[in-house]
């Protein structure tokens, strides 16, 4: 059903084991269920980055930082590692520590900007699972 080279696209962003628990949810003529979830998670993930960009330009770490742990956990159940990776790396970035557990504007301005390459990595990401999903529809959707 799935060739190699596709194959290998796919592990490259999902778990495939996710990916198999999915596909035998669904129909198998149409890929309903498969193709709504993840479909689905691309496109909020894409919206997500969007507000990301939004909130980073106003400088808005916590919620920023709050925006990454939401998709960094829809990703984690619909198994795209990839993308839940590069969510729990910004997080981390945003994690402001100033021992006594305030926050100045120094460390803000510090944490925003290891946070501004991750979301250009982030985009990449989702861009990437996208491509993987379409290949794997494309050729499988009737």
Do not use: P, W
Request: hydrophobic fraction near 35%; proline fraction near 0%.
């Amino acid at each position: 059903m799935v060739d190699d080279e596709l194959n290998a696209k796919l592990k490259q962003v999902i778990e495939m084991a996710v990916f198999s628990q999915m596909l035998e949810m669904d129909d198998h003529e149409e890929r309903t269920f498969s193709s709504s979830a993840l479909y689905g998670f691309i496109e909020t993930s894409e919206n997500t980055v969007e507000d990301m960009d939004e909130a980073f330009s106003k400088g808005d770490l916590q919620h920023l930082v709050s925006l990454c742990d939401s998709l960094r956990r829809f990703a984690s159940a619909t198994g795209f590692y990839e993308v839940r990776e590069c969510c729990g790396n910004l997080k981390e970035g945003g994690v402001m520590s100033s021992g006594d557990g305030s926050a100045s504007v120094g460390v803000e301005v510090f944490c925003l900007s290891r946070i501004k390459g991750g979301i250009g990595t982030l985009r990449d990401s989702i861009c990437f699972a996208r491509r993987a999903i379409d290949s794997f529809y494309k050729g499988n959707v009737k």
